[in-house]
């Protein structure tokens, strides 16, 4: 007999375990009141945005500065990005229904069939910004509008708002109504409300995002029902329980570190988190979706991931790739996980056609 180790390794059994990992939803009783309200609160700030000078990307995308109000009457600064210069806003031209203080969403600017496209609604990762630059090729690659924004507190929308000095996700940590992922949450769903009114998504509306954007993905979604197609990659929040004992760096490490700084504190943060976790809004996604899991990852790990697609309704395509959140050569692959949400967005075409 030919000599061989039949030990499983470790990290098969791992992986086959956090694949399996299902805990239960814990949503409190006021959390649909939760988030109707704050669905509510946000319908009564105007988006007023303003446009910026348009530039052209080396890829021919055409870059729009917008500027739009959010919950709390937050600015925040995002970008539209279209593959044809005649498609995107006249700079600095009025948005009709929305330039005046009170003017409501209202509905987006008609476009021909012919020329109906979809449009993906994008974000950053925690501690980061977006780049419209880089994510011009997203929008050329799928035949796609783009509309990328700075989550409060971050980039260009920095000042936006105070922070925790401790650690972004502290803010408002003990008070689900005053934690800035609620305010996050709000300006996510508010972007995707933007790009309708300047005329994008006739074709379809994509929700996109990678880790802590992929998070707000998920959870605008559940609130907003507004996309027709979700792709998000090692989406963060997930089984906060879990995150508590799994993860190791980044804003779940703020979370553990505060605590063991603060263990009185532990009951009304985890409890501010379960509004926030994404299992508890899994089963309300409604629409089709891929998600991308990395079998290694200290941020992220994979049975946090897990934790949300197990939950997810309609299941999703899910795409495990060795790594994520690191600097190893194997994150190379999630190329392929940009080609194929790309793929999908490329021949999406939404059924229904928004009426101006």
Not at 152 to 181: K, M, Q, V
Request: charged residues 20%; hydrophobic residues 40%.
């Amino acid at each position: 007999m030919a000599d061989y180790d039949s030990t499983i390794p470790a990290f098969a059994v791992a992986a086959t375990a956090a694949r399996e990992t299902r805990p239960p939803i814990t949503r409190r009783g006021d959390f649909r009141r939760f988030w109707r309200e704050t669905r509510e609160e946000l319908a009564s700030v105007a988006p007023n945005p303003r446009l910026g000078v348009a530039v052209t990307s080396a890829e021919g995308a055409r870059i729009t500065p917008v500027k739009f109000a959010s919950l709390d009457n937050c600015d925040i600064q995002g970008f539209l990005l279209t593959c044809e210069a005649n498609r995107a806003p006249v700079t600095g031209a009025p948005v009709a229904g929305a330039t005046h203080p009170g003017a409501p969403v209202g509905a987006p600017v008609s476009r021909p069939a012919s020329t109906a496209r979809p449009v993906v609604i994008t974000t950053h990762g925690y501690n980061s910004q977006c780049n419209p630059v880089l994510e011009a090729r997203h929008t050329v690659a799928c035949n796609a509008d783009l509309f990328c924004f700075d989550v409060r507190g971050f980039g260009l929308s920095r000042r936006a708002c105070d922070l925790h000095p401790e650690g972004y996700i502290l803010t408002g940590a003990t008070d689900p109504r005053r934690s800035i992922l609620r305010g996050a949450v709000g300006d996510y769903v508010r972007a995707a409300e933007v790009a309708r009114l300047l005329g994008s998504g006739s074709g379809g509306v994509v929700f996109h995002g990678r880790s802590f954007g992929g998070a707000l993905a998920l959870a605008a979604q559940a609130v907003s029902q507004m996309a027709d197609f979700l792709a998000v990659a090692v989406p963060t929040f997930g089984w906060a329980f879990g995150r508590r004992h799994l993860v190791k760096e980044g804003s779940g490490k703020e979370i553990n570190d505060y605590l063991e700084r603060h263990p009185s504190h532990e009951e009304a943060v985890m409890e501010t988190m379960s509004y926030f976790d994404t299992v508890n809004v899994a089963d309300r996604i409604g629409c089709r979706s891929i998600v991308g899991v990395g079998r290694r990852d200290n941020v992220v790990p994979a049975a946090t991931v897990y934790a949300i697609t197990n939950h997810m309704s309609p299941p999703p395509e899910i795409v495990e790739l060795p790594v994520s959140h690191s600097d190893d050569p194997d994150e190379r692959h999630w190329t392929g996980f940009d080609d194929r949400w790309t793929a999908e967005v490329a021949t999406l075409r939404s059924s229904h056609q928004y009426s101006s």
